[in-house]
């Protein structure tokens, strides 16, 4: 069973570029989501997607967006960077958004903005 | 809005000793679920424990307990026999249930635990 895959491991940006990271969703999974992590500080809810569809939303401007392929894997691009977005992005992928099923979470992309 | 409160930045324990680990969380609804997360030097966040709010009895994992108290919005972990692996930085987190939302987690600000030999 392969689990979460992210890429890249690590990503540095010059403000007001734009970046887009990867997730491979584990074998099976069909649903999302997407958290970034500040340093020091608990992951906050970006969105999730499901079945290709985005169906939640966290507290992040429009320029944060993303994808899920018809293989489940996801992309999240985020537009016109600032020193802020500097974090960790953690990708987590499960069965289906409607039942209790486990996460399962990938190792991250760490993004530095400068 | 829900959140949740981790008041402990940091803890130490011997190993094989017991560590408790603290958490609270705000929320208005009945229904929902309670999880302690793990995640070492590796980023990767592991899922420790779960805990549906709608049953009474603690949950347990091997060495991992939970201390759950609905009435007073606390969610304790409890970790005994600590071992050298143990060592990590710990979420507690909670969702709400519904059938029809998103799988959102909102995440404490996390404890560190540091395992002594």
């Known amino acids: 069973e392969t689990g979460v895959t992210q890429s890249p491991t690590h990503l540095i940006k010059t403000r007001g570029q734009q970046v887009t990271l990867r997730c491979s969703s584990q074998s099976g999974h069909n649903t999302v989501s997407w958290y970034q992590q500040a340093l020091g500080q608990g992951p906050q809810f970006i969105f999730q997607y499901y079945r290709e569809e985005e169906n939640g939303r966290g507290n992040f401007p429009p320029r944060f967006s993303g994808l899920q392929f018809p293989n489940y894997s996801s992309e999240l691009n985020v537009n016109a960077l600032e020193l802020d977005d500097s974090a960790l992005y953690l990708c987590?992928?499960?069965?289906?958004?409607?039942?209790?099923?486990?996460?399962?979470f990938g190792n991250g992309t760490r993004l530095t903005v400068t | 809005a829900q959140t949740v409160t981790q008041s402990q930045p940091e803890m130490s324990v011997q190993e094989a000793e017991t560590v408790t680990l603290s958490c609270t969380y705000d929320t208005s609804e009945s229904d929902y679920y309670l999880f302690w997360y793990k995640q070492p030097p590796s980023r990767q966040m592991i899922l420790v424990i779960r805990q549906e709010a709608y049953k009474q009895q603690n949950a347990t994992e091997n060495r991992f307990s939970v201390n759950f108290q609905k009435a007073a919005k606390s969610f304790s972990l409890k970790i005994s026999d600590s071992q050298l692996g143990d060592a990590a930085m710990y979420f507690c987190?909670?969702?709400?249930?519904?059938?029809?939302?998103?799988?959102?987690?909102?995440f404490g600000s996390g404890t560190q635990l540091t395992v002594l030999p």
């Open positions: 987190a909670y969702r709400f249930y519904s059938s029809g939302s998103a799988r959102q987690l909102t």
């Open positions: 987590a992928s499960s069965y289906d958004s409607l039942y209790n099923s486990p996460l399962h």
